[in-house]
């Protein structure tokens, strides 16, 4: 079993930054693909940004130039850096991991934390 554990969020102001965590924890022989997702409400959940295990990153075009993901191979804990928030920006965020654990393949998802752009 797979668990991913994020961190971070909380109430910022329009202009302002945070810095999420996702920690991946368990029986892991690899992680590949991980991702940030959103889901505000009322609206379907979407994918704000990803980082492969070669280090590749992809963002959606709403965060370009003002978010930023890295990972810590060592630790199996991805960062998404958020700078320049919007209000529009205000959902809960959540972390999914794929990879491979000593049981087999994995698709884990974090309980989500929740960040708030006041404006």
């Known amino acids: 079993q797979v668990q991913l554990v994020e961190s971070g969020g909380g109430l910022v102001q329009a202009g302002g930054s945070l810095r999420l965590s996702c920690a991946a924890s368990?029986?892991?022989?690899?992680?590949?693909?991980i991702m940030w997702h959103r889901q505000a409400p009322g609206k379907q959940r979407e994918l704000v940004a990803g980082?492969?295990?070669?280090?590749?990153?992809n963002y959606r075009d709403s965060v370009k130039g003002r978010f930023t993901i890295s990972r810590d191979l060592a630790k199996n804990t991805v960062y998404l850096r958020m700078n320049n928030l919007k209000p529009e920006d205000t959902a809960v965020y959540y972390c999914?991991?794929?990879?491979?654990?000593?049981?087999?393949?994995?698709?884990?998802w974090g309980q989500g934390t929740q960040v708030t752009v006041s404006s």
């Open positions: 999914n991991a794929v990879g491979r654990s000593v049981t087999g393949s994995f698709d884990s």
């Open positions: 368990g029986n892991i022989l690899r992680v590949n693909d």
């Open positions: 980082i492969t295990s070669g280090g590749n990153t």
